[in-house]
């Protein structure tokens, strides 16, 4: 994987240098760590992985470092832009990812998933672009969609944050994990968002919520938080983690050290309230 790991460092140094445009393709290193530890936390196996925006790969890429965790069955991602979408197969091939053992489709993911034959998938890891535009009611079959219909709502035109969220949920296994960088917007914003959101949480998909430091991504300052979806949690709670203290100040972003994501993961499993950290909240009565 020498190849593949000099490959890694030249894009995140490209991204780092983008400007805005480089949010768009690569997710830093450490970030991708802290979402691939989250999925397979607990796990010795898992069928397969999917990032349905999946930009260069390198989200996908980080679930393979992980030692005695089995991905029976590869990889799989959708990305819109032409030039991401080459740059994530070529990735595949310079870590030695097999060609029968990866499938990455271009396509517009909302409107065109590419992968519907191969769901549901254990593992799900995404950082989708921030609120951006879609069509929303503008298509009014779109409610009728598998993946959007039982919020009873679409993700509005202005926002499509809940419509990669939605997709991404209705792409999950019944005993998988899903954790998605978002945009804090979509904790706070109301409308048709708010009723998406109360779905989520009523019907027990919300597992845990953790604030990220800010800076930690190419082209943006703003603090993102990661959603982590379940299907099969035992309790109705959610737990919200405090990690904005979690950092390693460097020259142009900060980035999270492994104590960091250590830190992060200890209180993922321990579940415990912890002062100026975490809480375990009870959703329902």
Same mark, same amino acid.
């Not at 039982?150 to 709502?153: L, N, S």
């Not at 904790?187 to 109301?190: D, E, L, M, Q, S």
């Given at each position: 994987?020498?190849?593949?790991?000099a490959?890694?460092y030249?894009?995140s140094?490209?991204?780092?240098?983008?400007?805005?445009?480089?949010?768009?393709?690569?997710?830093?290193?450490?970030v991708? =760590?802290?979402?691939?530890?989250?999925v $397979?936390?607990g #796990?010795?196996?898992i069928?397969?992985?999917?990032d349905p925006?999946?930009?260069?790969?390198?989200?996908?890429?980080?679930m393979?470092?992980?030692?005695?965790?089995e991905?029976e069955?590869?990889?799989?991602?959708?990305?819109i832009?032409?030039?991401?979408y080459?740059?994530?197969?070529?990735?595949?091939?310079?870590?030695n990812?097999?060609?029968?053992?990866?499938?990455?489709?271009?396509?517009?993911?909302?409107?065109?998933?590419q992968?519907?034959?191969?769901?549901p998938?254990d593992?799900?890891?995404?950082?989708?672009?921030?609120?951006?535009?879609?069509i929303?009611d503008?298509d009014?079959?779109l409610?009728?969609?598998? =993946?959007?219909a039982?919020?009873?709502?679409l993700?509005? #035109?202005?926002?499509?944050?809940?419509?990669?969220?939605?997709?991404?949920?209705?792409?999950?296994?019944?005993?998988? =994990?899903?954790?998605?960088?978002?945009?804090?917007?979509i904790?706070? =914003?109301?409308g048709?968002?708010?009723?998406?959101?109360?779905?989520?949480v009523?019907n027990?998909? $919300?597992?845990?919520?953790?604030?990220?430091?800010?800076?930690?991504?190419?082209?943006?300052s703003?603090?993102t938080c990661?959603?982590?979806?379940?299907?099969?949690?035992?309790?109705?709670?959610?737990l919200?983690?405090?990690?904005?203290?979690?950092?390693?100040?460097?020259?142009?972003?900060?980035?999270?050290?492994?104590?960091?994501?250590?830190?992060?993961?200890?209180?993922?499993?321990?579940?415990?309230? #912890?002062?100026?950290?975490?809480?375990?909240?009870?959703? #329902?009565?």
């Open positions: 994987d020498a190849f593949g790991d490959y890694e030249l894009i140094n490209y991204a780092s240098n983008a400007g805005k445009s480089g949010g768009e393709f690569f997710t830093p290193q450490t991708s =760590r802290l979402l691939a530890r989250i $397979v936390d #796990k010795t196996k069928n397969k992985v999917y925006t999946c930009g260069s790969g390198s989200l996908l890429l980080q393979r470092k992980f030692e005695g965790v991905i069955d590869g990889y799989f991602g959708q990305e832009n032409m030039t991401n080459n740059l994530a197969r070529m990735n595949m091939f310079l870590h990812v097999n060609y029968a053992d990866f499938s990455i489709k271009r396509g517009d993911t909302l409107l065109n998933p992968h519907t034959d191969e769901k998938f593992a799900i890891v995404s950082n989708p672009p921030y609120s951006i535009k879609w929303g503008g009014p079959t409610i009728n969609d598998e =993946r959007f039982p919020a009873g709502k993700a509005p #035109k202005s926002y499509a944050d809940f419509a990669f969220i939605m997709h991404s949920l209705s792409y999950l296994s019944s005993k998988g =994990r899903a954790a998605i960088v978002c945009f804090p917007g904790f706070y =914003r109301k048709a968002e708010r009723i998406i959101r109360k779905y989520l009523d027990n998909f $919300v597992d845990c919520v953790i604030q990220l430091p800010d800076n930690l991504f190419f082209g943006t703003i603090a990661i959603l982590v979806l379940a299907k099969n949690k035992t309790e109705n709670k959610v919200f983690i405090d990690a904005t203290k979690e950092f390693k100040k460097e020259t142009n972003n900060n980035i999270l050290e492994e104590t960091n994501i250590e830190n992060i993961m200890g209180e993922f499993r321990s579940r415990a309230d #912890k002062e100026y950290f975490s809480r375990y909240v009870e959703t #329902k009565e």
